[in-house]
């Protein structure tokens, strides 16, 4: 069975690797330049920032033996089970979070070793040679390939908010035992998380994530969000020192949950974290799903 995935983020890579150990012959196709999609790290000054999903959570047995996988190779670790929420800044306590010491895209990187990725390749509609076909990416840019009727009209029905993020680096550490908060009832921002902390090694790094209302005023204009976020960061967490700011953008970065663990029309296939609570493991399972269905 020959199968193309289109997308190298943690759905397509998921479902690629999955089916490569089942034994079909399978190519990614990314038209990024890296694999990891919103699983993704950013080099600033020599070091790595975590600009797509702030954390993962491991609920699911397969993921969870996955996660094992890469914490035996150093890969993730236990982060923590207790974030702040603001106003006020008092701990609530949930599922353990996890980090990847070597940014999160580190781990999207694993799962591709030894794949056939083709990085930089974008396509222009689903790809006609081979058996199947699976769409890993948000429904919106799954429309530009023109699925099958089935697949469009789940496409169609996905709901995506955008989200802007900030990299603030500081000259030294002001907030304490920060390591990451929800910023409720806020204009500009959403959540906050100590870089520093979960990655490990204390460097003076927040990472701030918009509201969607305040992504789509700066959609067009990402750049002019940064001061905005420094702002509402120095607000919350009442710091005093100016940070060095970069931001990037994220057009489709928080899907409403649809139901199913994805979508199917013939030969075509639509997965991602859609299909679930939007997380990390939620597109891991959604690829796997795809995976399973096509070796059985």
């Not at 694999?35 to 699911?60: E, P, T």
């Not at 990472?207 to 940064?226: C, I, K, Q, W």
């Amino acid at each position: 069975m020959d199968v193309v995935v289109v997308g190298a983020g943690i759905a397509g890579l998921s479902c690629a690797r999955a089916l490569a150990e089942g034994g079909a012959r399978v190519r990614v196709a990314e038209r990024g330049r890296v694999v990891g999609g919103r699983l993704a790290s950013k080099r600033y000054d020599g070091r790595y920032a975590d600009i797509g999903a702030a954390y993962f959570v491991a609920d699911d047995p397969g993921f969870a033996a996955q996660v094992a996988k890469w914490e035996s190779g150093g890969l993730a670790r236990p982060w923590t089970d207790t974030l702040r929420v603001y106003p006020g800044g008092e701990p609530t306590t949930g599922p353990v979070r996890w980090a990847a010491p070597g940014g999160l895209r580190s781990l999207a990187a694993d799962l591709a070793q030894g794949l056939d990725v083709r990085l930089s390749t974008e396509l222009a509609s689903v790809p006609e040679d081979a058996d199947a076909v699976v769409l890993a990416m948000p429904g919106p840019q799954a429309l530009r390939l023109a699925p099958p009727p089935a697949v469009a009209a789940v496409a169609r029905a996905q709901t995506w908010k955008p989200v802007i993020a900030a990299v603030l680096t500081y000259p030294s550490r002001q907030w304490g035992d920060l390591r990451g908060a929800f910023v409720n009832g806020h204009p500009a921002l959403a959540t906050v998380c100590d870089d520093g902390n979960r990655r490990g090694d204390g460097a003076p790094v927040l990472v701030a994530h918009s509201t969607a209302e305040l992504a789509a005023r700066h959609l067009d204009n990402p750049e002019s969000a940064g001061p905005v976020l420094a702002d509402a960061v120095r607000e919350v967490l009442a710091l005093s020192a100016e940070p060095e700011v970069h931001v990037h953008r994220w057009t489709y970065a928080q899907p409403e949950q649809i139901d199913g663990p994805y979508a199917v029309d013939g030969r075509v296939w639509l997965c991602g974290d859609a299909f679930g609570r939007p997380r990390v493991e939620t597109a891991w399972l959604s690829g796997h799903a795809v995976a399973r269905a096509l070796l059985e």
